[in-house]
T-cell receptor, first 116, second 114 residues
């Protein structure tokens, strides 16, 4: 079946602009995660959605970052007023529900964001 | 909080050499442990996992054993191939604090040469 897909694959934006990154999880996966992979910080958790529960936003680095998940499926990560330090690869992952015991997260190919 | 420490890279080996990549962790609860691999130009893929103490995860000739007493999950392979060249990430998932977010190590780059 189809894996996790992300768009765009690459995004170049000017400092100060807003960007939206999209993630389509694997069908039937109720949990969705965003991570960031950067040279200086490695792989960092950003935000997590599980079904209809309130998202875990504990990893968002600033209030310029937000994410939503519509209809329990597609998710959009928005970065407002981008800064150069936001340049990174943004990874999305999805998994089955927690209490199923299936902890494996499947990752998308990522969106490479470059802020100039 | 949770953290994962893995050996610095890059690690350069000759084909058919034995591989060990060390990984230790700190967790507030009882975590599940994972090794993810990122091949050049590709996304992260789960390589193997273990969910309780003394479990051994294995895949593609790689193995790692969940050692609670030493809080370790070292990755091993008896005979590496050029195709194993990639970046390897050790990670943990701890449900104690709620959620299933992964905490990653910094990654170890492996280069296998002929």
């Amino acid at each position: 079946g189809a894996g996790v897909s992300q768009s765009p694959s690459n995004k170049v934006t000017e400092k100060g602009k807003d960007v939206e990154l999209r993630c389509d999880p694997i069908s039937g996966h109720t949990a969705l995660y965003w991570y960031r992979q950067s040279l200086g910080q490695g792989l960092e958790f950003l935000i997590y959605f599980q079904g209809n529960s309130a998202p875990d936003k504990s990893g968002l680095p600033s209030d310029r970052f937000s994410a939503e998940r519509t209809g329990g499926s597609v998710s959009t990560l928005t970065i407002q007023r981008t800064q150069q330090e936001d340049s990174a690869v943004y990874l999305c992952a999805s998994s089955l529900a927690l209490n199923s015991g299936a902890y494996e997260q499947y990752f998308g190919p990522g969106t490479r964001l470059t802020v100039t | 909080g949770n953290s994962v420490t893995q050996m610095e890279g890059p690690v350069t080996l000759s084909e058919e050499a034995f591989l060990t990549i060390n990984c230790t962790y700190t967790a507030t609860g009882y975590p599940s442990l994972f090794w993810y691999v990122q091949y050049p130009g590709e996304g992260l893929q789960l390589l193997l996992k273990a969910t309780k103490a003394d479990d051994k995860g294995s895949n593609k000739g790689f193995e790692a054993t969940y050692r609670k007493e030493t809080t370790s999950f070292h990755l091993e392979k008896g005979s590496v191939q050029v195709s194993d060249s990639a970046v390897y990430f050790c990670a943990l998932s701890d449900l104690t604090g709620g959620g299933n977010k992964l905490t990653f190590g910094t990654g170890t780059q492996l280069k296998v040469e002929l």
